[in-house]
């Protein structure tokens, strides 16, 4: 019998670990790793798994020594984690295989690492597997095609502890029609939307729901409407007769800004339970959107798009990016500006970095200006170029936008614009669970008695109860995720 172990290293303390809001609903992680999940299903049956996250769990000696194969798979971010894993393995003897993200451009830094299955497991892992059997596997697999979604299995969902998790994910879609310059995305993945049939999402979803999920669930998807049609006649009416009896289930994705042109595609994805969109706006300035090819985002009023999404009944967040070759020192300002009028409460904002990979990364690289890798977290006021704009102007800045947007004051000012925009969807349960009575309790006594925002939570608190009480359990979230991001700006900047 082969016995495998999977590996996920700790993540560091990131804008999206939400580290410091988990702790108010007793959650250790925020996500659960679907790669490896899903890579295990893609083994032989007969093989033996078992899978550490170790953003939840340590990592024992004992888990080690037990296993034939250590499985590795890591997110760019989860970089130093990874490499102490990768150390600490080798050292107790283990055959490693890793494959993500992080191992496109690191085959050389991570010498002891045995096997690398690299791009998209359903067609690189096979062939290693093939290989193993035949006692001849090669030390790296890589391919420049594309897997067909169909052959995408369900995640392994009985290897983890779903009560350690704020919320679980599936995969829709890979690949994105758009070509944003700094993006990886489209590098790995490709500009075609490969997309799973209905009847995969909800088998996926029923394995979820059999396995006890009760609420929020993520599509991982970099864009969700890559495929328009597809969504509108087949995907979205399935899911909204599937949580017909379900609407403990809610959802969340990442979309481009062109959703708010459609309102037909907004109000079924409303009406399947879709509550939350990423939406990736960057910057309000023409030029720098001209310079990153960022085209769906040009030549539009982006604080009315994010408008028009709050009003359809979806929660905008949106990433935000400084340190463009156009950007002047105005763009420090005028982003603060924009992010607290379109009331987009969760807004990361990170200096700019260019991904392996990216035609950024090309570009920049010609032109003498790469430094490094780069982080993999967008917040860590790292960038891993030379920028045009003066590095300390522009560190500078960036620390003036933090404090614009994540200050109480400013911070809560921004969820009240949002509140009054936002029309939340009556199909979304408003049910208490004991888990979220606790965070409000807990917010009541961090936050409210001991929190430096005390006045502005207080505030809040009775403006939302007077003004939208059905958003209150909004509000209290949100008071909570600001706590979290004063603590990640604290830490960085
Ligand atoms: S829209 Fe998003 S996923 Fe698509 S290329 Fe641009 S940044 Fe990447």
Not at 62 to 74: N, P, R
Not at 288 to 310: F, H, I, P, W, Y
Not at 432 to 450: C, N, Q
């Amino acid at each position: 019998m082969t016995r495998v172990l999977m590996v996920y290293p700790e993540f560091p303390d990131t804008f999206w670990s939400f580290r410091h809001a988990l702790k108010f609903i007793s959650k250790k992680a925020s996500m659960p790793p679907l790669g490896l999940l899903t890579v295990a299903a893609l083994l032989p049956q007969e093989w033996e798994v078992s899978l550490v996250d170790m953003n939840v769990q340590p990592l024992t000696r004992h888990d080690i020594v037990w296993a034939d194969y250590v499985f590795i798979s890591a997110m760019v971010a989860q970089r130093d984690a990874t490499h102490r894993v990768v150390a600490r393995c080798k050292e107790l003897g283990a055959t490693i295989v890793a494959g993500g993200p992080l191992f496109l451009a690191e085959e050389e830094r991570l010498e002891q690492v045995d096997h690398f299955v690299l791009n998209e497991a359903e067609i690189t892992l096979p062939a290693f597997l093939h290989d193993l059997e035949a006692g001849t596997p090669r030390r790296i697999y890589s391919t420049t095609a594309y897997a067909d979604l169909a052959s995408t299995p369900v995640p392994r969902w009985d290897l983890i502890d779903l009560r350690h998790y704020a919320t679980m994910c599936i995969q829709y879609s890979r690949g994105c029609p758009f070509n944003c310059d700094f993006c990886n995305i489209t590098a790995m993945l490709g500009h075609v939307p490969r997309c799973k049939s209905a009847e995969q999402i909800l088998t996926e979803l029923d394995a979820l729901y059999a396995a006890g999920w009760r609420g929020g669930v993520f599509f991982v998807d970099d864009n969700f409407i890559g495929n328009k049609r597809k969504l509108k006649e087949e995907i979205l009416p399935a899911l909204i007769a599937w949580r017909q009896d379900k609407e403990e289930m809610s959802f969340q994705t990442e979309a481009s800004v062109n959703l708010a042109d459609d309102a037909e595609l907004m109000d079924l994805m409303v009406r399947a339970g879709f509550t939350t969109v990423f939406v990736g706006i960057e910057t309000p300035d023409e030029d720098s959107l001209s310079e990153c090819s960022k085209v769906q985002n040009k030549g539009r009023d982006l604080v009315a798009a994010v408008k028009t999404m709050q009003r359809a009944g979806l929660e905008v967040q949106g990433g935000f990016i400084v340190g463009f070759d156009s950007d002047t020192p105005a763009i420090f300002q005028r982003q603060i500006d924009f992010i607290q009028n379109s009331g987009i409460v969760t807004a990361m904002v990170g200096l700019l970095q260019a991904p392996y990979g990216t035609r950024l990364y090309e570009r920049l690289q010609r032109e003498g200006r790469i430094l490094d890798q780069f982080s993999g977290n967008n917040t860590d006021s790292t960038m891993n170029f030379v920028p045009k704009m003066d590095p300390q102007m522009l560190r500078e800045g960036y620390r003036r936008i933090l404090e614009g947007i994540y200050t109480p004051r400013a911070y809560y000012a921004r969820v009240r614009t949002f509140l009054r925009e936002y029309s939340k969807s009556h199909t979304v349960r408003t049910r208490i669970t004991r888990d979220e009575l606790m965070a409000f309790l807990r917010s009541i006594y961090v936050l409210g008695i001991r929190g430096r925002e005390r006045w502005e939570f207080w505030r809040l608190f009775l403006w939302t109860l007077f003004r939208r009480p059905r958003l209150f359990p909004n509000a209290i979230t949100y008071a909570i995720y600001g706590f979290h991001f004063r603590r990640i700006c604290e830490a960085h900047v």
